[in-house]
């Protein structure tokens, strides 16, 4: 089918993987590869990171309630460190090519991202290359809550079914796919585009 928009997670689709320096900062402290990761999914919807993404808590007080909850889990770590290596993820030059030829094309784009408030200087560059810009520290929703999904269709002015979406991350794809989307798994960048390519019928690369 002719889709009219594709949305892009940010943070390991666009940007370098913050997955990925989490788990570099894992390996030098010597703790469980996967362990910040598994202490947010097992907080659930009122951790703190969680409500960091949703604007619910400043990221000065994240810090000492993440850094909590993963005592509480059997590890110390400085979420301030933390927070610091997701800074460093900087633009995938071939995505924002991407963006542009998509663009170029008639397709609309939009950026849906979970994110905190002061993030604003890590991103300001990348909003150009979009036509909408969601949020999750502003509209105080956050992936995988199908809610924020039906906004970035919204703010494109499309229903689900007319896009496709790329993340990073299994169950913010799975969310999507149950709205009607087209869904792509980033993993290599270059291996998303060249299917993204696929379904769009037009060259990425």
């Keep these: 089918m002719g889709y009219r928009a594709v949305n892009f997670d940010l943070g390991g689709v666009v940007l370098d993987s913050p997955l990925h320096a989490i788990a570099r900062y894992e390996r030098e402290l010597g703790i469980p590869a996967g362990f910040v990761n598994r202490v947010v999914i097992e907080a659930g919807s009122g951790g703190a990171w969680p409500r960091l993404e949703r604007g619910e808590l400043p990221i000065e007080e994240f810090f000492g309630a993440f850094e909590a909850e993963c005592r509480e889990q059997g590890q110390s770590i400085s979420a301030v460190e933390v927070m610091l290596r997701i800074g460093e993820c900087g633009p995938r030059p071939v995505m924002l090519e991407a963006l542009g030829r998509i663009r170029r094309r008639g397709i609309a784009v939009a950026a849906l991202t979970n994110n905190w408030a002061g993030e604003e200087d890590r991103t300001h560059e990348l909003r150009e290359h979009f036509d909408a810009f969601v949020e999750s520290s502003v509209v105080g929703l956050r992936k995988p809550d199908r809610r924020i999904y039906l906004l970035a269709c919204e703010s494109l002015a499309?229903?689900?079914?007319?896009?496709?979406?790329?993340?990073?991350?299994?169950?913010?794809?799975?969310?999507?796919?149950?709205?009607?989307?087209?869904?792509?798994k980033v993993d290599q960048p270059e291996e998303a585009l060249e299917t993204l390519s696929n379904l769009l019928g037009f060259p990425l690369g």
């Design 158 to 184: 499309i229903e689900p079914t007319e896009a496709v979406f790329l993340d990073d991350i299994g169950r913010n794809l799975k969310i999507a796919r149950e709205l009607g989307m087209k869904t792509v």
